[in-house]
């Protein structure tokens, strides 16, 4: 049996509101809401992986911070999705790449966007965070 592979998803914090993405692709998953992130490359770790992603992506600096408890399984078992929160180190994110709107959450707004049904655990653990958030200003 081969072991799933693992995708990260970075829930990336900045001033007290967590950054959301919508999908462009696959047709099946094109308009859903997701936390930015990718598959890992081999000899990649998840934090590795997720400011190579981040980088690419919508083309920002991050520092992941911890990993949200947890995972969710993708794809049929295919793949796996870890979720890390990430602070915004520099620039602006634009939807560069798999990407076509970004919008940033404050903590009663998570539930404003259609996430992909594997995301909504970890998205809800770090809203349960944001009101408190030390995380930007
Ligand atoms: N990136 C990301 N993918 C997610 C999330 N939730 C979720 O179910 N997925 C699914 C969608 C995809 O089936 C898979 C990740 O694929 P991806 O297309 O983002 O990975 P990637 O950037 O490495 O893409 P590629 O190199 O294969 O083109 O995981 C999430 O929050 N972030």
């Known amino acids: 049996m081969t072991a799933a592979r693992l995708v990260v998803g970075g829930a990336v914090l900045s001033g ?11 047709a099946a998953l094109a308009g859903r809401w997701e936390l930015p992130g990718g598959k890992l490359e ?10 190579r992603e981040l ?7 991050v520092e992941p911070l911890e990993r949200v408890p947890g995972q969710w399984p993708v794809a049929g078992g295919a793949l796996v999705l870890q979720v890390w929160t990430a602070r915004l180190v520099s620039g602006s994110p634009l939807p560069l790449q798999d990407h076509d709107e970004l919008r940033w959450l404050r903590q009663g707004e998570v539930d404003s966007v259609d996430w992909l049904p594997q995301d909504r655990p970890a998205v809800h653990w770090v809203a349960s965070r944001l009101g408190g958030s030390r995380e930007g200003s």
């Open 16 to 26: 007290g509101r967590l950054l959301a993405a919508r999908r462009t692709a696959p």
């Open 42 to 51: 081999p000899g990649e770790t998840a934090p590795g992986a997720l400011v």
């Open 55 to 61: 980088r690419e992506e919508l083309g920002v600096e």
